[in-house]
């Protein structure tokens, strides 16, 4: 006999979609949602649907955004000269909790990994090499992570940057290997930018 209605049932199976998330916290999540007030769940409902339609990509960096250019891209006091390159959006609120890098962004969206089937044309990497030829860029940092397919998006960048007159810097000491660069705190990402070194 199924003691789960069917509603709360489907609300967790929604659930147990969102990455790190197993039955048991999907089951938990649901419930809480269930006993809270009605128009709490009708305020989440109406916040998701909305969201696609309320966010999008920045022209520039592709950061995620309510407006083009974002508000990074369009702070005139950013250093248009220096361009921090990291793998997700997640990434880059890390950095900017940090309060250490004062230059732009450019988001590639994934990491090379052959054997998913995401190359260089599956990433904003022809994209990142346009903007360094064209908008007077002096300085690249790579803040990709320190695993496999970070070390790998690292290694292509750096040397499809080599002809493009561009000092090319990669995050330095601070990052552990195999860890992600948005769960480091705000210190360990202060140090890895400010030791940063020649990729």
């Given at each position: 006999m199924n003691?789960?209605?069917?509603?709360?049932?489907?609300?967790?199976?929604d659930l147990k979609r969102l990455p790190g998330v197993g039955q048991k916290s999907a089951t938990r999540l649901a419930l809480h949602l269930l006993r809270r007030p009605a128009d709490e769940a009708r305020c989440l409902a109406r916040?998701?649907?909305?969201?696609?339609?309320?966010?999008?990509?920045?022209?520039?960096?592709?950061?995620?955004?309510?407006?083009?250019?974002?508000?990074?891209?369009?702070?005139?006091?950013?250093?248009?000269?220096m361009v921090c390159v990291v793998e997700e959006p997640g990434d880059l609120m890390a950095i900017?909790?940090?309060?250490?890098?004062?230059?732009?962004?450019?988001?590639?969206?994934g990491v090379l990994s052959p054997m998913d089937g995401i190359g260089p044309g599956e990433i904003k990497i022809d994209a990142l090499i346009e903007r360094?030829?064209?908008?007077?860029?002096?300085?690249?940092l790579i803040a990709t992570s320190s695993t496999v397919p970070g070390e790998a998006t690292a290694a292509y960048l750096s040397n499809r940057l080599q002809g493009c007159g561009v000092?090319?810097?990669?995050?330095?000491?601070?990052?552990?290997?195999?860890?992600?660069?948005?769960?480091a705190d705000e210190l360990t990402l202060s140090r890895a930018i400010?030791?940063?070194?020649?990729?």
């Open positions: 003691v789960v209605p069917p509603a709360l049932e489907k609300l967790i199976a916040d998701l649907a909305g969201l696609h339609d309320a966010i999008k990509l920045c022209s520039n960096c592709f950061a995620f955004s309510e407006h083009d250019p974002c508000n990074i891209c369009g702070d005139s006091r950013r250093d248009p000269a900017e909790k940090t309060d250490a890098f004062k230059g732009k962004y450019h988001i590639l969206h360094v030829r064209t908008q007077k860029v002096q300085e690249v000092k090319v810097t990669r995050l330095a000491c601070g990052i552990p290997m195999g860890m992600d660069i948005k769960y400010e030791a940063r070194k020649k990729a």
